[in-house]
């Protein structure tokens, strides 16, 4: 039933740590993205593929790297993982980026604290 | 200065009430608008969108786009206490990989 599932829900890690977050759609889209969305909720993009291939990098910094093993699947591996990174991370799904791509369907989020 | 401002809020209304949503923005190639809705401890889910300016209805929900003034409204009418949520406006140029800038949000609550 569940359209955009991420794993897991929660995640409290240490600083210097790598963690990764996994991203699942079943609505048989072809564009994936991952948002952030800070403690006071701005949710700002940080990524998106298309067909598996990456479209956009928001200047995130390297220690986040993305994966899309297939169209139906986004990862984020993060690592050595600093305090700022505390925050809601997203996942969301579309329709082609000449489609109605400002339809995104998110996930529930995985809520990341670092101690 | 963000590209999209948005007054966070909190908004308490009393059930029935009219609200009023507003987000302002700074770039002129924006052309599609939208509105999500935030539950706590949910994801974002798509409301309203429009295309260039006008306005849009959709049952109790108006969204309302003023390109000259760089302006974007949402109307909810009747509001009922399970429209309590955080609103969010986001727009994009439309040709940029499907990237959607968001406001803040504005945290609404209708109390019964």
């Known amino acids: 039933d569940t359209a955009v599932s991420q794993t897991p829900k929660y995640l409290v890690t240490q600083m210097g740590n790598d963690k990764s977050i996994k991203c699942e759609q079943n609505?048989?889209?072809?564009?994936m993205y991952w948002y952030k969305q800070d403690s006071k909720k701005f949710l700002k993009i940080m990524f998106s593929?298309?067909?598996?291939?990456?479209?956009i990098n928001e200047t995130v910094p390297n220690r986040f790297s993305p994966k899309s093993p297939d169209k139906a699947h986004l990862n984020l591996h993060i690592n050595s993982l600093e305090l700022g990174d505390s925050a809601v991370y997203f996942c969301?799904?579309?329709?082609?980026?000449?489609?109605?791509?400002?339809?995104?369907?998110f996930g529930p989020g995985t809520r990341l604290t670092v101690t | 200065q963000k590209e999209v401002e948005q007054d966070p809020g909190p908004l308490s209304v009393p059930e029935g009430a009219i609200v009023s949503l507003n987000c302002t923005y700074s770039?002129?190639?924006?052309?599609?608008f939208m509105w999500y809705r935030q539950y706590s401890r949910k994801g974002p889910e798509l409301l309203m969108y429009?295309?260039?300016?006008g306005n849009k209805e959709d049952g109790r929900f108006t969204a309302q786009v003023d390109k000259s003034s760089k302006y974007i409204s949402l109307f909810i009418r009747d509001s009922q206490p399970s429209d309590s949520a955080t609103y969010l406006c986001a727009m994009s140029r439309g040709n940029q990989g499907g990237k959607l800038i968001f406001g803040q949000g504005t945290e609404l609550s209708v109390k019964p």
């Open positions: 429009t295309y260039s300016s």
């Open positions: 770039n002129s190639a924006f052309q599609y």
């Open positions: 969301a799904s579309s329709h082609g980026l000449a489609g109605r791509f400002y339809e995104q369907y």
């Open positions: 609505l048989g889209h072809d564009t």
């Open positions: 593929y298309n067909n598996k291939e990456l479209i």
